[in-house]
């Protein structure tokens, strides 16, 4: 093969698993937001149902608004060790703060543990999400050639 075949190659091999981390996370995200309902019965008083539901969208809406903070802090981890070592950190990140969602145990089992323990996982989905987002893009746009990039 020649260099620029090599290159675009390359390039190919990027932006697939930069795609593939990308849609795994949103996908992560979003099967909590289809699940509120069900989530809200399982991990808060199940006596008090539209509470357990707002405490469950508060949730949701904390692990989305800390992600910014997880761009500055992965973004700033990118710059000093790599993009592609701070890529793979925050879908380690995400994927094992997700399976633990799965391993937490239901308030009836745990008590209001078990609602600490779901915000405490989410924020940290929240974290690897803001930092794999800005860092994937970054991470291909390093990778095309000169004259392909958009900037």
Not at 2 to 10: C, I, N, R, S, V
Not at 51 to 57: G, H, N, R, W, Y
Not at 127 to 149: F, Q
Request: charged share 15%; with cysteine; net charge positive.
């Amino acid at each position: 093969m020649t260099a620029p075949q090599l290159a675009m190659k390359d390039l190919r091999r990027v932006v697939i698993a930069a795609a593939v981390g990308n849609v795994i996370e949103w996908y992560d995200f979003y099967i909590f937001g289809s699940l509120a309902a069900l989530l809200s019965v399982k991990f808060f008083a199940a006596g008090a149902s539209g509470s357990a539901l707002i405490k469950t969208v508060g949730t949701f809406t904390a692990g989305f608004l800390i992600r910014p903070f997880g761009a500055f802090v992965f973004g700033r981890v990118g710059d000093i060790v790599g993009r592609k070592y701070t890529f793979l950190i925050t879908l380690s990140g995400m994927g094992l703060s997700t399976a633990l969602i799965g391993l937490v145990p239901s308030y009836a089992k745990i008590g209001v543990t078990a609602g600490i323990l779901l915000l405490l996982l989410r924020l940290i989905e929240g974290l690897c999400l803001g930092g794999e987002y800005g860092g994937a893009i970054t991470y291909v746009a390093e990778h095309a050639p000169d004259d392909k990039r958009g900037y």
